[in-house]
């Protein structure tokens, strides 16, 4: 099946390769010869009707969905028989694994229904919404070309948009309307607020300077202001999170205390007290926000715990995030955990636990609901340990 000839310059965020094969099609398809054709690895350039479009997605999210359930239920049942205690981490991991996989091939059949854009945002189709403060939005001014992108995608962007309107309210800092974050397209939204409660909790010993390493919305920098900490350097490699840390940050007041700095890990300097919340689970991310979720190879928690040691004042402490996730997916133990810390020449002062609040620890059909129902959020407060040999 050949693709047209002229077709839109392709857009997708995660940086996946355009379509091998596209065509054309409208009103007239039907969902089950869509999904035949995107399971084939076709791609669909709408030409219709552009509700027709989202209830067309919505069609073909409920199949793909069934095929998830089956091959991740089926590869549960079938391990829950045989699994002894010890086996559990490792089958909890294929488990893992296998959903991943699942959803990730879900994710590639559904991005397979493309929408064209105008070279100023808009939707050349019946019926379209104006999504262009969308788009400016997420990626800024238009290039001056036409465009195809995922419908799928599209409708996240639009998503995003309307969190970033609306806010999240974060309760431990202060009162509404001005206790909101307002995340920004691709930019991990602090829905999940236990983790944002154990820094609001945790006494500061010494309030003078502290560092935020990997700022996201600017939630935490701005928490430690508002707990009284004189100067906060916060502290991250995304665009698009500095940008959103610096407008909310401005937004709450507390700007003139932070400066925000675009380098990985830690500033040039030492402070008093370090605070990262990194990705809770080693896995390879697959679209950019997923950044977020997933650390591959825990590399950006072995990062802070290798370098903490060098830019803590010598009675300062270092404030871990950390959820233990990957500990009952069998993906990372509290072993290796504590080895790390260790050898980062650390020792924990005290760990802080709190449970869960969110959905899905009480979501039964999930396959990974006996380690979602498991989870607990800690911070781990970490000091440099007296006698260190450096190996």
């Not at 403060?133 to 238009?142: E, R, T, V, Y």
């Not at 500033?267 to 926000?289: F, K, Q």
């Not at 260790?342 to 979501?363: C, F, N, Y």
Request: net charge positive; aromatic share 6%; with cysteine.
């Amino acid at each position: 099946m050949q693709s047209p000839p002229n077709l839109p310059q392709w857009r997708c965020e995660s940086g996946a390769p355009a379509p091998k094969r596209v065509v054309y099609r409208d009103d007239t398809l039907s969902a089950d010869t869509a999904y035949r054709l995107m399971c084939e690895g076709t791609a669909v350039l709408w030409q219709g009707d552009f509700h027709n479009a989202r209830q067309l997605l919505r069609a073909l999210a409920r199949r793909t969905q069934k095929s998830v359930y089956k091959k991740s239920t089926q590869h549960r049942n079938t391990h829950q028989r045989i699994v002894t205690s010890a086996d559990k981490p490792i089958d909890t991991a294929q488990t893992f694994h296998l959903h991943r996989q699942a959803l990730g091939q879900r994710a590639r059949v559904l991005g397979l229904l493309l929408i064209p854009l105008d070279a100023d945002y808009r939707i050349p189709l019946r019926r379209a919404p104006d999504i262009k403060d969308a788009c400016l939005q997420a990626w800024g001014p238009p290039s001056g070309d036409a465009s195809m992108v995922s419908l799928r995608e599209l409708l996240g962007l639009v998503g995003a948009y309307e969190w970033r309107k609306k806010g999240v309210e974060i309760p431990a800092l202060g009162k509404p309307p001005n206790n909101r974050i307002f995340p920004h397209y691709g930019v991990f939204s602090p829905l999940r607020g236990e983790y944002i409660d154990l820094v609001a909790n945790m006494p500061i010993r010494d309030k003078t300077l502290a560092f935020d390493i990997g700022v996201g919305t600017g939630v935490l920098s701005a928490l430690l202001v508002k707990r009284g900490v004189q100067r906060v350097i916060a502290t991250d490699q995304d665009p698009r999170a500095l940008a959103c840390a610096r407008e909310n940050l401005e937004r709450l007041g507390v700007l003139p205390k932070i400066e925000i700095v675009d380098i990985d890990l830690f500033p040039n300097s030492l402070a008093p007290l370090i605070v990262c919340n990194p990705p809770w689970v080693p896995a390879r991310p697959t679209s950019p926000i997923e950044h977020a979720v997933y650390d591959e190879d825990s590399k950006m928690l072995k990062g802070f715990l290798t370098g903490l040691r060098a830019h803590l004042t010598p009675e300062g402490e270092g404030w871990l995030i950390l959820s233990d996730l990957a500990e009952h997916l069998g993906l990372r133990s509290r072993e290796t955990l504590l080895h790390w810390i260790d050898q980062g020449g650390l020792e924990v002062l005290e760990s802080k636990d709190i449970k869960p609040r969110h959905g899905k620890t009480a979501d039964t059909e999930d396959p990974l609901h006996i380690a979602r129902a498991a989870e607990v959020t800690s911070l781990w407060r970490l000091a440099i340990k007296k006698k260190f040999n450096g190996t």
